[in-house]
């Protein structure tokens, strides 16, 4: 009775360790783009945002995002490993090269960040609360950012994001274009 017991159990927790790789995921091969107003360290300046996303595996993206203001670009390249959780929520987790031109200072440094994507069941609408930290030439910061999407169509959404920390806030508009299905199968 025992190795029945722990024979079901085995089985129970293997179907469950495979059932993120058998879930849906969200798709990470898009570029998107839009209007930025950033506050950063006292300067309230607004410009545009360009960034895009690409798998190169079916848990690895490459990431890239610029941002121009009128004293202050940002351009930010990197990976970031996806693993889907269930049929509508992702784990996320990154790490990128950080470029600041902030006037006539150039500085180099690296980001971090992690979050989940979250997906309603039609699947318009979904929200990505992620943290990020960057550490550029001794300045670092930590902040918190919610991006929400929501479909125009089966390939457009619509995209804003609010990002807070304690020098840098941001708020986003803009339109991002999916290069495949908002969800795919595993």
């Known amino acids: 009775m025992k190795a029945l017991t722990r024979t079901r159990l085995m089985i129970a927790a293997g179907a469950l360790a495979a059932l ?36 190169i595996h079916k848990n690895i993206a490459l990431i890239g995002e610029y941002n121009d203001t ?19 929520v992702d784990l996320t987790a990154g790490a990128t090269y950080e470029r600041f031109e902030f006037g006539s200072a150039d500085e180099d440094g690296f980001g971090l960040r992690g979050g989940v994507r979250w997906q309603n069941a039609d699947g318009r609408l979904e929200l990505s609360p992620e943290i990020r930290y960057i550490d550029i030439d001794g300045y670092d910061d930590t902040s918190l950012r919610l991006t929400g999407l929501y479909g125009l169509t089966p390939k457009v959404d619509l995209v804003a994001a609010v990002q807070g920390a304690g020098d840098d806030d941001r708020l986003e508009a803009g339109v991002r274009y999916n290069f495949g299905p908002r969800l795919t199968g595993r």
């Open 20 to 55: 993120p790789g058998l879930a849906a995921a969200h798709n990470y091969t898009y570029v998107e783009g839009g209007f930025l107003n950033r506050d950063f360290d006292g300067y309230d300046e607004s410009g545009f945002r360009i960034a895009g996303s690409g798998d």
């Open 70 to 88: 009128d004293d202050l670009e940002q351009l930010s390249l990197g990976a970031l490993f996806h693993t889907p959780l269930n049929n509508s």
